[in-house]
């Protein structure tokens, strides 16, 4: 593909408001069916303030949608004893069907022990080990929301995977990793560029998809944009900034998503709607 583009928009917002719309359905028949609520609990460590907000934010689509919300708050001086304890004690809560731990948790924490404290079957942000393995090997399980939201972007605008070149700057075991893995398996050839990579400009130019997860203000220029190629724009800086120098890559790409309203919509839609999944999954292991 050659020439000058003017990418069009990938509107997270309207394909949450489309998921959402499903979740109130099915929370509403769960409700009818089962007498509750499908409960999704946040464990948020501390009070940072952009952990604070999204947590939030959570709260209010869950509650929109029919989906109970409760949130566990422990201190910035928590252990990671008292974090893991706090998990358990919801692993363990029959009234409980989807547990998040709000990251980054304080330095002092053990984020993974954190992690690895939820139940797989409740794991609604895909953030377990057992949930990545599941998720790498096409098994039954909940995928990393970010992620899945993503592939849920890339099927409402008809982007196939298949035999694609895709590239993620990135290599997070909740966005990198498994967004390769969740390519890999729609048949795309999967690149994956980090700190380390060298010349990662030209490895981006040769991706049809390229998804962009550094952490980096603007750090993906426009020159580097294969013309016509779809980009998804996964981070979030300060200033309400992607990863993406966006007003470059508008003229050389097809598809991009905004920031804010991409993939940061769609990842909250995604962990209601496995929060939802979870409810029903043990409720039809209960009626067992």
């Known amino acids: 593909m050659s020439g000058h583009f003017d990418a069009q928009l990938m509107d997270g917002v309207a394909l949450s408001r489309k998921i959402l ?9 769960f409700v009818e069916r089962v007498g509750r609520r499908p409960c999704l609990a946040a464990v948020l460590v501390g009070h940072d303030p952009a952990s604070v907000t999204y947590v939030k934010m959570k709260q209010a ?10 949130l566990v708050e422990l201190p910035e001086t928590a252990t990671t004893q008292q974090v893991v304890g706090a998990i358990e004690d919801l692993s363990a809560d029959q009234r409980i069907d989807g547990i998040l731990l709000q990251h980054p948790v304080p330095e002092a924490i053990d984020e993974r022990a954190a992690f690895e404290a939820i139940a797989a079957h409740k794991d609604v942000d895909g953030e377990t080990k057992t949930s990545f393995a599941s998720m790498a090997f096409g098994l039954p399980g909940f995928s990393s929301c970010t992620p899945a939201g993503i592939m849920r972007l890339l099927d409402a605008y008809d982007v ?10 990135g ?10 893995m969740l390519l890999l398996a729609r048949d795309a050839t999967f690149t994956y560029c980090h ?10 130019r040769s991706a049809d998809i390229v998804v962009a997860a550094v952490g980096r203000a603007h750090f993906v220029r426009g020159n580097w944009i294969k013309p016509g190629a779809v980009v998804i724009d996964a981070g979030y800086n300060e200033g309400n900034v992607g990863d993406v ?10 598809l991009i998503t905004p920031v804010p309203g991409g993939v940061g919509p769609t990842t909250i839609a995604l962990l209601i709607e496995q929060t939802i999944s979870a409810a029903e999954q043990a409720q039809s292991v209960t009626a067992l």
Do not use: W, Y
């Open 171 to 180: 290599r997070s075991p909740i966005l990198g990793k498994p967004i390769g």
């Open 245 to 254: 120098s966006f007003s470059e890559a508008l003229s050389m790409a097809s």
């Open 61 to 70: 689509r869950c509650e929109r949608v029919g989906v109970e919300s409760v």
């Open 21 to 29: 719309g499903g979740c109130e359905l099915r929370a509403a028949t």
């Open 195 to 204: 700190s380390r990579t060298e010349d990662v400009a030209a490895i981006v």
């Open 160 to 169: 196939d995977p298949v035999g694609k070149h895709a590239v993620v700057i």
